[in-house]
């Protein structure tokens, strides 16, 4: 999958997705970024913490798989920002903010269908 084109997809999907980046499992950066033009809210050591604990709930929760099943996507919301955690398979991890008031479904509808789209 060409995962740059995936993340720039996923920002144009909606104007109120501020984030879309795709992980390994050691947490390095493979593709995307933050939309331009709009303020990061973490600093860049917070980004990485942020990044690593993401990682470690995806492998614990593909320990679980065996019992529940594959984790599809998580959700975090807070004050500021809505935060999605998309488990790409056993090797890469989608992160995705959006903007507060952003429809959840749409998000993640939009998500999903742009990944199968890109399976290549």
Not at 28 to 33: H, L, M, N, P, Q
Not at 56 to 83: P, Q, S
Not at 112 to 119: E, R, S, V
Request: with cysteine; proline share 2%.
């Amino acid at each position: 999958m060409d995962y740059e084109k995936f993340c720039s997809e996923i920002l144009d999907a909606d104007p109120k997705i501020r984030f879309a980046t795709v992980y390994d499992e050691w947490a390095v950066r493979v593709a995307g970024g933050i939309r331009p033009g709009v303020e990061n809210l973490l600093s860049q050591h917070a980004e990485n913490e942020l990044v690593n604990l993401s990682i470690i709930d995806w492998k614990a929760r593909k320990d679980m798989a065996k019992w529940l099943g594959m984790t599809k996507y998580t959700l975090g919301e807070y004050d500021k920002v809505k935060r999605f955690s998309f488990y790409l398979g056993d090797e890469h991890l989608l992160l995705v903010s959006a903007e507060k008031d952003s429809d959840t479904n749409v998000v993640v509808d939009e998500v999903i269908k742009l990944y199968y789209q890109n399976q290549t």
